[in-house]
């Protein structure tokens, strides 16, 4: 990443953040905004120095805070038109913050809305720990008086309302900044140069102006040796990665659990050679890494115990950590590894440079686990979070987004990327086709069963005459209809001896010459299955309609009566996104089957496959 794209990545991701501080200590939203200003083009004038610093928001800060006072008499409008942008909850007690010295006004910014430590927040106030703990007792105890409010969890929450006040502030294009920082540079070396001359010449004029007299041989004195320069100290080394980033025990603890959780294992650099998960085939997925950790966590004991992983990766650059995130994400939606069902797949917001959420099933030595994967990039790190229940319904969800958001704000400054912001949030979207096959359902979409052990094998689509996927109560001709580009496959189980052969799974797609058409075809298939109960081996046991992404379709339950003692299901749907229709058609056993909200899960995979055509 090139200094100048850095910058934009810095300025991106800690304006909000740093803006909402700088208010919150100038106490009127436009000198915030300017001060902020000043501080990035400050920002841009030292930028070849401060870009690899892991400190760069107590430096911003500082350099805003200071602002604010230079910036006061440099206002575009009035007091009275600026105090209109405060709301009134808050202007009470912004008003009792101006009253603190700047010293305990920055300690309280930086502890509660910052999020730092006291110690560290103590050094950037400039102030010894034991004096932070008598300013922040001291301040509280002000604000408490003046009726603001009673407590450090009260006042945090109430500087977290302050975002509010500066949604309608103008923002500054970070190209601006950046150039007004390297026209500020520019302009200093030029000084710095004149200066120099001005120097040099001055000191050549009073060297011309004095006469030049020769002491006497007697009185000459030897020219002295020069003492030896004293060893500058060796500078401090760079900050870098180490386990300090991994994520502490309190923030797994968000992930609630019935037992509680305990770290089980901190890796060494490269010391982790067994993959973390079945569907990642080596570790570190980067092959050119610069440093892998995996942190383990569990809750509980034996085969029924909640593990939560954490893998770090770190590569050479954020060009290297993007194509690393990409194949990750790639290996986890596309998993090798048998038996396993991918059930969900998210995009994460305000996560670092971005992430995605990949829920899945599996089964384990006849036990279904659920395991939530989250992949998260920022700047040239990208961290991956596993978290595995003994559970039909997955234990991480919202908690597990918030988790990995957190964990990459611990590593943005390091990593030179975005630290996100709040809300943590996941989108459903349509996951990455998986092969060559698209359009249709893979093996990673296939239900998984207690007890069928043998994996799901998909057949090749194929160009089809006649619809493969019809039953005899449906009857459905895509062909006959005006459909084009007929494409079918089947997915079975072939490896299970012992599995009735009836078993598996049938899908038909076909591509009309308009969204009417389709409809047409949907709504004739449909009024057939109406009259399948006619037929005295056939009965519709239940007949359902469902919303798809861009389109609609139905859920029939057939039942075909083979004698008194023996019936075979078919679950068939039809599903119409634009003006593709797609029929899936399901024929389980007594003992594999699915229920209905299982089936319509399915057929939403489908819907979402099929857009992917």
Known sequence: MSRADAFHAFYRESRARLLVQVYAYAGDTELAQRALADAYVDAGHHWRKLVDSPGK???????????????????????????????????RMLQELQALAPADRTLLIVHLLAGLDLPSAAREAGITADAAA???????????AAGVVSTTFELRDRLAGLPHDLADEPVDRASWLRREGDRRRRANVVLAGLLSLAVVIGAGALTAARPQVPAPPETRQPT??????????????????????????????????????????????????????????AVPSDDRAEHFWVREFAAGRGRRATTATEALEVSRSADAAGRNRDRLVKMLTGCAAPHHQIT??????????????????YADRGVIHT?????????????????????????GG??????????????????????????????????????????????VDMPVFEGLRAPWVATAPNAARTNPAATECDRADFAGAGAKDLRARSLVVPAATKLATIFGMTETVGSFGSVGKAESFLTGVDSVVRRCDRQLSLSVESNVPIRVERGRGRIYEVALALSKTQTITFRIALVRIGTMVAQVTFTPTARFDLTAPEYEALIQRAALRVSQH
């Not at 989250?374 to 319904?393: C, F, M, N, R």
């Open 134 to 144: 008598v300013s922040l007792r001291t301040s509280l105890e002000g604000l408490a």
């Open 344 to 361: 969900g797949f998210h995009r994460l917001r305000g996560v670092g440079d971005g992430g995605n959420l990949v829920t899945m099933r």
């Open 224 to 281: 002295a040796t020069a003492p030896p320069s004293k060893v500058a100290p060796a500078p401090a080394p760079a900050p870098d990665f180490d386990t300090s980033l991994l994520a502490p025990l309190t923030d797994v603890r968000r992930v609630v659990v019935p037992n509680p959780w305990r770290v089980r294992h901190t890796s060494a650099d490269f010391g982790v050679a067994q993959p973390y998960d079945e569907c990642v085939p």
């Open 398 to 443: 919202a908690r597990l987004v918030s988790l990995t958001g957190l964990s990459a704000a611990r590593l943005c400054e390091l990593a030179v990327g975005r630290c996100g912001h709040r809300p943590y949030t996941a989108v459903a979207v349509p996951p990455p086709p998986v092969d060559r096959a698209r359009g249709f359902l893979t093996t």
């Open 57 to 91: 928001d107590a430096w911003m800060r500082e350099r805003a805070f200071r602002a604010t006072g230079r910036v006061q008499n440099r206002a575009r409008k009035p007091w009275y038109v600026r105090a209109q942008r405060t709301a009134d909850e808050h202007r």
């Open 371 to 395: 395991r939530q994967v989250s992949i998260a990039q920022t700047g040239k790190a990208v961290l991956v979070w596993v978290v595995d229940a003994p559970t039909a319904e997955p234990v």
